[in-house]
């Protein structure tokens, strides 16, 4: 049976993508800055349009969104960008203005690492597995976990970028970024904590420079606790930090020593890794939320 054609959006903090397709082998997409809420979303329906007129019916959209967002559908607010640090953005209908551009084609809601998620499951780095965790380090830090072969709903969504985790004073000065916890996950060791604490950009620091030690330091630790948590299959760690590919066997070494035996690991280099996917996890995630409501 032919995949049925759908469309995508990852709405992102610093940008959105919007895309057409049926897998990763046939997608045409677009990239524009977030900006305003009313202007971002208005280019997001003209995309669709252009794209429905070229390219035939689009049978269902999926959105995954930056968050928090309230993607239960039984809420009234389901389709809303919720208690965001990106101020403009606060208390967002996402879904709403969308959906009436487009009449009654079926749309899937959730957030940008739960649709990752979903990509990866699909055609990535989780094929074949029921249980596994999608983390992303960028300029914030976000986590989506499949129980069960299924996406992991509970009250909302999980907020894995704000575990709290065990910082040491004298070695780490930094206070934190995160305007609601300070030194949560997120504060200590996402992309722009890293940048504030050393006062340049990630990318320029050298593989050697302690910044990494301390990076691998958080995420081990946070990998840890969802381990013990949730006892996943795989985590695969995406997002900007996560390019710096050295970081990997860092993380993978000291979550190996704080395991300490108890949760056995047959191959830790296969328990932690990056994305099949690449860059395109979320977007061709939000293309198989879309796929399942048409199935």
Excluded at 249 to 264: D, F, Q, S, W
């Amino acid at each position: 049976m032919k995949p049925s054609l759908v469309g995508a959006i990852e709405a992102g903090g610093t940008k959105f993508v919007c895309a057409i397709g049926t897998d990763p082998q046939n997608i045409e997409e677009i990239r524009f800055p977030t900006t305003s809420p009313e202007e971002t979303i208005q280019k997001t329906i003209d995309f669709f349009k252009a794209k429905e007129i070229d390219s035939g019916k689009i049978q269902a959209i999926g959105i995954g969104t930056f968050g928090p967002a309230e993607v239960n559908p039984k809420s009234e607010n389901f389709g809303w960008i919720t208690n965001t640090p990106k101020e403009k953005w606060q208390k967002t209908d996402l879904i709403t203005p969308i959906k009436n551009a487009f009449g009654d084609i079926p749309f899937a809601f959730d957030t940008d690492v739960n649709a990752a998620a979903w990509g990866e499951g699909r055609w990535g780095a989780a094929q074949g597995l029921d249980h596994y965790v999608y983390i992303t380090v960028g300029t914030g830090i976000g986590g989506g976990a499949v129980n069960d072969g299924k996406i992991l709903h509970g009250k909302n969504h999980p907020e894995m970028g704000h575990l709290r985790i065990p910082k040491d004073s004298s070695i780490d000065l930094y206070p934190g970024c995160c305007p609601f916890h300070g030194d949560c996950l997120e504060g200590l060791a996402s992309g722009t904590a890293i940048k504030e604490r050393w006062n340049t950009d990630p990318s320029f620091l050298p593989e050697d420079h302690k910044a990494w030690e301390l990076e691998s330091t958080y995420l081990a630790d946070a990998i840890l606790n969802l381990t013990l948590t949730l006892s996943p299959e795989r985590f695969i760690l995406g997002g900007g930090v996560m390019e710096q590919t050295h970081l990997f066997p860092m993380i993978r070494t000291k979550l190996n020593k704080r395991l300490a035996g108890y949760v056995e690991i047959e191959n830790i280099d296969n328990f932690v890794l990056p994305p099949g996917l690449g860059s395109k996890s979320g977007v061709l995630g939000a293309i198989a939320l879309a796929q399942d409501l048409t199935s």
